[in-house]
Every structure is written in structure tokens, then in C-alpha cells.
């Protein structure tokens, strides 16, 4: 009994003992349970933050690659702009040497032989800038676009279907052409044009190649047989429009280098009849109107251009130029900016900056100055000052010169020895009920009285003249500088008081001007050239180059009375004396 009085708390004690136990295990699992869960929850929000930041970080390097790539599609952008704008620049350039370069190596060509193909004569007021080492005629100033930003063109479609089944022979012609074998390529066109005689393209091909041995041969009657073919070529059945506009062009260029301005004309207008929505080909016919100096119809054309395409750049600056040869200057001076600033084909042109300074000028501007020296800049201008646009490269350039620096002391003596008989005879001359001195037409003044009376023009004496003045004309038969300067002129000038002369330089820089005094007021007559004054003397003979920027003033009492004598620069040579173009 004591045992099982004993035995019985101990069995409780062991059962408290295990139950206490299994509490502690309980609570343990629990624990650990608990610990788990947590080491979850913490390993799940590290997994969380780790993706949250990892998109983080994907988003930030997508958001960094885009600005990254929108800054080299700027930088890019930019770049190409640049390089355009460079090209396009260097286009402009490089064109206009690649023609001059041409033009200069075929006027070389030319003067090498006696049978050259003959200069068309040009008109006085459309003249353009030349700066080659010999001046050549400037038939293309209006004419050629002489394209300043070159574009890419689509390939000229010049075959019609049947062309297209005899393309290996009209190939194999041309390959001839294009290698220089221009006897043979002739000989194989005109065999396709008398086997086929409805081929646009061998007609066309004929046309080339007479074109190309004429300028071989320096042949006229050559010349002008391409040009007959080549307007055969457009009375042809199924002529691809690229292959009329090309014939009429080519053939419009062909007639104006042999001077035929009214035949070319003609091919213009049936340029714009057939593409009436052309407008290039309206400019041409401006231009061609242009050239035989019919002004009213030329500006019609234009205002027809121009309001069909308000921004055309080349139209505006002809507009432009137009206007202020009608002396409308305040008018011509926005045509001329906003055409010249276009920067389109044609309009980079000496003429255009030279005449959009003179009105700026005229207007009291002082912005003129920044034109003169863009185009100074450009190549078409020897300096700021000194902007003619028929000039020889590489001669002397200064404002002033001295009889001993022109090597013309013989002249210039005998001008000072008889300066009272030459004023002798001009005041007779003057005092004459119908004088023979005629008003200054150049549009050169400002205001006031200015006449002149001229003996020798271009190198060509005025025999009429001269029997007026037959002791003066005499004395000056001897000096060949002056009475053979084909650029140049030999006259009287007489100036009343109140004359402003606007300023202006002359058109070329192969010549110097010899200014005599022979009635002379005490005050008040001056003349600037560049940026030096001088005033006249009785019996003295003032020289200038007049291809500088001139201005002259007659604020005195009475007239002012001078002789001027044109000479050749002297650093010109014989050969150049005698073949260049007059002026």
C-alpha cells in the first residue's frame, strides 16, 4: 500500500513532467515555426525589393538609353545638317568653278585655233561676273542655272516602247560618244536614224554628236546642224516628254551661244507651251527676253512665276534686278535680298549683289556694304571696293595711279602740253546752237546736269565726231592705248553745278582712266575714289582705276569742264589686248 501510495504521485509527477515537456516542444515548434515564417516574409520582401529595384533599374537604363539615343539622333541630325548645309555650300562653289573651269579650258581651246566657232555678240545690261585668266563672253549669265545645291534627280526616261527593242544598238552609239570617238559616233547614229527614222533616241543621239564635233571642229555650219536636229527630234511620234525637254533646252543654248536670241526665244516659248506648270522653264523665258533686252515682257514672266510660286528665288531676284533698271530702287531691294538669301540655283550671281548694294546705297543704307562684302566673299567681287564684273585676274589693283606707275608718260605729256587746244575745241563744240553733247543715260545721278560728247567708243572712232574736233582726234591717233581700248572710251564731260554722282564703278577692271582738266572751278568739284578725294587742275591730268567704288560732287558756281581718255591697264597683254571682248 505504501508503495502504491508512493508509486502513484510519481506516475502524475512523470505525467506533469511529460506533458510540461511536450509544452516546451510545442512552444519550440512553434518558435521555429515563427522564426520560418519570418526568414520567409523576409526572404519574400528581399525578393520583392530585389525586383522592384531591378525594374527600377531597367526602367532607369531604357529611360537612359532613349535620351542617349534621342541625343545621337540630334547629334546625328545635326551632323547630316551640317554636312548638307557644307555640301550644299561646297556644291555651290564647286559647281560654279566646275563651269567657269570648262568655260575657261574650252575658251583656250578656242583661241589655240583661227577656225574658232564665233562669239555671239551680248547685250550691254545682261552681263555677268568673270574672273578668269581671260574673259570670255557671258551668254550664259542669264542662261544657265548653273544649279547651286545639287539635287538628286531621277534618271531622265529617254526611250519610247520601240527604242526599248534596239537599246543595244543606241548603247553601243553612245558608248562611242562618250569615249570622245565622235566621227564614229556620228557615223553609227546616222546609220540608226536612216534604219530607223521614227527613233527619238537615235535622232537625239545624232544631235549630241553633231553638237560634240562642231565644238571639235569649231564649226558654225556644224553647230547648226545640231541645232536643226535637234528640233527634229520633237516633231517625232512617241517622244518621251524627258527627251523634248532636253532637245528644246539643249537646242534654246545652242542658238544663244551663235547669237541667235530670237530663234532661241522662239524654242523657249515652246518650251513653257508644252509644260505650261514648269516654272523653271518660264525663267528661261524671262532670261531669253532678257537677253534682247525686251525688260517688259521679261517682268511679265516673272510676275506670272511668281504667282504661281511665290518663294521662287530665281524669279524674285530677276524681278528684282528688273525693277531697279526701272529705276524703281526702294521696290527691287526686297526681291534682290529675299532672292539672293534663298540660296536657290541661278541666283548666286555677281549682278544680283552688285545691284542690291547699289540701291541699299542709294537708299542711304549703310547694309549695302555687308552685301559687297558677301559678295566679295563669294568670288565675285575683286574686293569691296573694287566690284567690276569683266575682269583679269592677277592685274595691278589700286585707286590711284601715276603716269610713271602706268607707263603712259608719253600720253599723259602731250594730253598737259595741249590741254588749250583740246579745250579750245570742245568749248566750240559747246557753244554751238545744237550741241552735240548728249545727256549721261546710265542712270548714275542723283541729281543735276551731266552731258558728255564721245570720240571713241569700244576701240571704234566716231568719224562724225572727230570732224568737230579734228586737231584733238589727231593728237590722239598716235597713242594706241587709248584710242584701241576696246574697254573704254575717249570723250568730253561737262558737269553743271548742283550734280551729285551717285556711287559706282565701272564694268571691268582691264582699263585706268585718265581725267584732263580744262575748265576747272576754283571750289566745289571733287571726286572720291574708295576712300581717297581728289580735286581737278586746269592742264593736268588726274589717273584712276574707275573698277573702284567713285563719287563725285559739283556744288561750285560753274560748269566744270574735262576730257577723258580710257587706256588699257598696262599690265595687260598684246595677245589680250587684241582678243578681249569689248566693253
Known sequence: KVKEAIKEPLKKLKEKQESKKEEMKDEEGKKKARKGK???????????????????????????????????????????????????????????KDKETRKVTRKKRNKQSS????????????????????????????????????????????????????????????????????????????????????????????AQSEDDLAEKMRSNEMLQKAINTYDEVVSLPNVPSDLIKMSLKREADRQQFLGRMRGSLVTLQKLVQLFPSDTSFKNDLGVGYLLIGDNSNAKKVYEEVLSLAPNDGFAKVHYGFILKAENKIAESIPYLKEGLESGEPGTNDGRFYFHLGDALQRMGDKEAYKWYELGYQRGHFASVWQRSLYNVKGLKAQPWWTARETGYTELVKSLEKNWKLI??????????????????DENLREKGDWSQFT????????????????????????????????????????????????????PTNCRLRMHLGLVIPEEGCRIRCAQENRTWEEGKVLIFDDSFEHEVWQDAENYRLIFIVDVWHPELTAQQRRTLPAI
Not at 144 to 149: C, D, L, M, V, Y
Open 38 to 96: 519570418d526568414a520567409t516574409d523576409r526572404k519574400d520582401k528581399k525578393a520583392v525589393d530585389m525586383n522592384k529595384s531591378k525594374k527600377d533599374s531597367d526602367k532607369a537604363k531604357r529611360d537612359r538609353g532613349k535620351e542617349k539615343e534621342k541625343s545621337l539622333d540630334k547629334n546625328v541630325k545635326s551632323k547630316e545638317a551640317t554636312k548638307k548645309s557644307t555640301s550644299e555650300k561646297n556644291g555651290t562653289i564647286q559647281v560654279g
Open 455 to 506: 570720240l571713241w567708243q569700244q576701240g571704234r572712232k566716231n568719224e562724225n565726231a572727230c570732224k568737230s574736233v579734228p586737231k584733238t582726234c589727231a593728237l590722239l591717233e598716235r597713242f594706241p592705248e587709248a584710242t584701241g581700248c576696246r574697254r573704254g572710251q575717249i570723250k568730253y564731260s561737262i558737269m553743271h553745278p548742283g550734280t551729285h554722282v551717285w556711287p559706282h564703278t565701272g
Open 115 to 206: 577656225g574658232c566657232l564665233k562669239e555671239r555678240s551680248v547685250p550691254a545690261q545682261p552681263t555677268s561676273p568673270e574672273s578668269e585668266e581671260t574673259i570670255q563672253p557671258a551668254e550664259k549669265s542669264y542662261v544657265e542655272s548653273g544649279k547651286a545645291f545639287p539635287k538628286k534627280k531621277k534618271k531622265p526616261k529617254l526611250l519610247n516602247k520601240f527604242d526599248k527593242t534596239i537599246k543595244a544598238e543606241l548603247d553601243a552609239a553612245e558608248k562611242l560618244r562618250k569615249k570622245g570617238k565622235v566621227e564614229e559616233a556620228l557615223r553609227a547614229f546616222e546609220a540608226l536614224v536612216s534604219q530607223y527614222p521614227q527613233s527619238p533616241r537615235a535622232r537625239y543621239g545624232k
Open 423 to 440: 579745250r579750245d575745241e570742245g568749248l566750240a563744240v559747246m557753244d554751238k546752237k545744237r550741241s552735240l553733247f548728249l545727256p549721261e
